[in-house]
């Protein structure tokens, strides 16, 4: 299968602190591909990185068979959506504005564009906040904003970091339902999450990141045969080498 990402021995630090180091990846091409890890395993780094928002030290970039330098910079932003961590809005703008301020940047047709944009905001309830500055939403519907606009630019490669923080189980649903939609298309989705449940139904293929590596890939098939045995929980906290410290609160 191609790779719509390729990833060989990068390198990232703040200041004297190495975040990622001989970091290797590939992400086939038209697949939910799930990032998981604990706090501070780099997985936000990562998808910094991708986006161009961030620099590194060394190593190999590919997206979509262009090489992340800057003379690839602006062809590989226009394929490449984002909802970050926390999202990226322009706060004195309403929420119709940004959306269309966004979508102007990637030079997005505007016939039709007004009825998918309102049809997108209807689907996560947040329609009526369409006059309302950014500024004034919940944390939720900033997300759902950030994840409207982000489908709405017409990616072929989506990088959603925590997508599913903050947000009620019906929009969780709602989203997992568009990504499958936007697979369905061609588009490559990567998907940083905390919850593991989501990720195991939602995502073809897992990789866990730890210390600044990958520490597992786990493709269709090797997901099948190690959750024979053992729940994606188990497989998590074992390449984690999560420490139970259950003793320490024997006083509750």
Known sequence: MAKAISIQNLKKSYEEKVVL????????????????????????TLIGVLTG??????????????????ENELEIKKQISSVLQPPLLFEQFTSMEFIEYVCDIYEIPKEGFLEKAYSLMDFFEIKDFAKIKVNKLSSGSR??????????VEPTVMLLD????????????????ILRKLKAKGVTIIVTSHILEVVENLCDDIAILHNGHITAYLDEESRKEL?????????FEKFVEVEHKDDIVDWL
């Open 21 to 44: 180091e001989n970091l290797n990846l590939e992400v086939p091409e038209g697949t939910i591909f799930g990032l998981i890890g604990p706090n501070g395993a780099g997985k936000s």
């Open 53 to 70: 928002l961030l620099s590194f030290e060394d190593g190999e970039i590919e997206i979509k068979g262009l090489s992340l330098a800057s």
């Open 143 to 152: 997300k759902k904003l950030a994840f409207v606009t982000a489908v709405l």
């Open 162 to 177: 925590e997508p599913f923080e903050a947000v009620d189980v019906i929009s969780i649903d709602r989203m997992k339902t």
């Open 227 to 235: 959750q024979k045995d053992s729940t994606l929980h188990e497989i």
